[in-house]
């Protein structure tokens, strides 16, 4: 071709007037394709003409013949109804890190995919119980990628199935993958990739342990002084001085919920108090499993300080299951029974501020706590104490000394102690480029 | 009158009622109270049948799942505190629901508020090739982390280098505290908007 071109030009340099120009044309194509033109200048015109026409037409004629045939007949195509090749590399594998009851299809896309002709534009997954017949299509996949990974979670445990995945075109024409199996799903007791998370469990298990057992041998654990825990004896107190209940309300969540757990704990010591001083005690709730739990609290509270009498069941009383219809409930107590002492602790949403401020407009000292945190900003706005996030769980340790809740408290001091090592060491490994930690930590 | 109308009026008249609250306690407002925490108790209590009690229990008793015998037990020793003899047997169920929520929930808190935070903590304080406002946002989470947790540490006083440590811990709480305020409030007064916007375009028509 590169030859040809040469011819060309060296036709027309000779044809017309061979200017400065042209000389140095051809000069620079003797050096790019190394071909001595010179000598060629003294051919016959016809000669040369013949020549070139001889190389360029058949040139010409074959690229145009090819041109179009790729237009006409795209490469390697064939009729449209023709099958496209079959996906290949079908795996069957029981789900990794579950519960049962899934199996992954993975497989690779046919050589007609995206990638190649393009003419599939969908891969249907088949799935049966048995190997040669029963087949029943579990779904439809787009065409497009590489790869593709399908989750199939229709299937029982212990259960033998055989897959099959064909790859479509838009006329219908299919081919098949053959048939893959069997395979069966099965629950995993341990998730491969939580090794971190069970490390973490035994740390922090291991020291809560061996401080439970130490509190119990009867050593002395200290605990610092927490603000708002140390006025409740102050404000159950006030509330007997005044003749005025005392309120308390153990948040809105269920008792399945760690706050409201630590809400009902400290709500035996609060009772323990009002039995002390013979102070009526009030407790609104919003879940009724919260009524029993708080019912079955104050009783014993009452019970243990000898004020069996004392206590009767209206104390405790549920109000409703609704938000909003709760918070009106509540309200309506506070106006009306007028406590000198309310305490708002457990989990809390937007009735937070409409509690408080109702609780502030009466003059009671308010006593709350929570871990919500997009609610404590209107508890320390509103209230005297406020307990913040951890604060209300270590309130049942430090209120009733129990050697379990002491110990329980200092093993989490422990990991505390182990989260800021690991920051420390984990930001100077990362400011030197060592990213280790950061993935060991990382839970999938 | 159609039914929509009065459906206006009703709702319409009832929030005036709770507004009236904000004067001081009145009959109006006793009245939308009972009325409201009579209302959504007895909703709660159909929800809650129809939600939890039949798809979760009674449908699968149908279905000879005997294994959801044991929970229809549990439910019935929550029932016996109607009976004084044998309440006692209610806190089983107390139990096993406290037990086995803080059983599960031990795994999420560990790996949502432990190891997780930890982890979105460890950030580069290398300032090669970074603006200057990023590296000062990593030390600041670096230094707001430390020292909070220092401030949630329960065995040691407030005092000396710790208590300066936890000081600088409840600054930056009070930040945050503050601008959740403000974010909530944002929130709220959208509420309130909605109510008024009730009032003047669903009942009076004004806008």
Known sequence: MLDSILEAVTFVSVRYKDTKEQRLLRRELHVIFGICARQRLGFNLSVIRIRALRVLLPVVVVVLVILGATTVFPVGSSSSNAPPRPPIGIALQDRPNDAGGAIEITWEASKDDSRGRGTVNSYSIYRSEQPQSGFVKIKTVSSGKEEYRYNDEEVENDKRYYYRVTAETSSDAFSDSGVVGPVTASPQWFHSDRWNMLIALLIVSAS????????????????????GLQAVDEAVGRATEMGRPVLYVPGILDMDDVQTIAGVAILGRVARKTAEYETSLLVPVSRSVVMSAAQETVKEAYWDMGKADAYHPDMVRYITDDQFGFAAGVDGIMLREKPATVFFQGAFYAESLILAETGHSIGAVQIAGTAMTSQLPFFVTACDYTLIGEELFAAGAYLTEDPRLVGSLKGQDVAKGLAIAFIVIGIILETAGYHWLTNFLKVN | MSLELFGTWLAALLTLCIFSFLYKDNPFYKFAEHLFVGVSAGYWLCYNYW????????????????????PLILSAFMLMRLIPKVGWLSRWAIAFMIGSGAGLMIITYLQSNFLEQIKS???SLDPTGLPWYVVLNSFLIFVGVVSGLVYFFFSKAHTGVTGGVARVGVVFLMVCF??????????????LIGRMYFLLHDWLGLV
């Not at chain 1, 809560?208 to 603000?227: M, N, S």
């Not at chain 2, 503050?178 to 509420?191: E, K, N, Q």
Request: proline fraction near 4%; hydrophobic fraction near 50%.
């Open chain 1, 208 to 227: 809560v342990l061996t401080f439970i057992t130490l509190a119990r041998k009867g050593k002395d654990l200290y605990i610092r002084p927490i603000a």
């Open chain 2, 51 to 70: 939600n939890m009690v039949k798809p979760n229990l009674i449908d699968n008793l149908e279905a000879h799942n005997w294994e959801y015998l044991l």
């Open chain 2, 121 to 123: 903590t460890l950030v």
């Open chain 2, 178 to 191: 503050g601008a959740s305020f403000g974010y909530t409030v944002m929130a709220r007064i959208s509420l």
